[in-house]
Nanobody, 115 residues
Framework: QVQLVESGGGLVETGGSLTLSCSASGRIFRPNTMGWHRQPLGKEREPVASISTPRSTNVQGFARGRFTISRENGKNTVYLRMTDLKPEDTAVYFC?????????WGQGTQVTVSS
């Protein structure tokens, strides 16, 4: 079993920045991909960014140039640095870890961007 714990969400003004963190623990298989999805209120969950072992990243178009994903493999931790935040970035952000067997999800952390 894999547990994922997110942190770093909160309330920020338009144009502000936040860094989300997600730490994975438990029986972690490699190679794997860690990443983030988000779900705005009343909408479907959508991918944001991911990073695999070895380090290949994928960032969705709306986040490119504003969001940066990185990871510390030794700590099984992934970060999402979000800059130039917009009200439309308001959502619950979910961390995940995908290996050859399963996809594991965190509980989510709320990000609210005020206009």
């Amino acid at each position: 079993q894999v547990q994922l714990v997110e942190s770093g969400g909160g309330l920020v003004e338009t144009g502000g920045s936040l860094t989300l963190s997600c730490s994975a623990s438990g029986r972690i298989f490699r190679p794997n991909t860690m990443g983030w999805h988000r779900q705005p209120l009343g909408k479907e969950r959508e991918p944001v960014a991911s990073i695999s072992t070895p380090r290949s990243t994928n960032v969705q178009g709306f986040a490119r140039g504003r969001f940066t994903i990185s990871r510390e493999n030794g700590k099984n931790t992934v970060y999402l640095r979000m800059t130039d935040l917009k009200p439309e970035d308001t959502a619950v952000y979910f961390c995940y870890l995908r290996d050859s067997y399963n996809t594991h999800w965190g509980q989510g952390t709320q990000v609210t961007v005020s206009s």
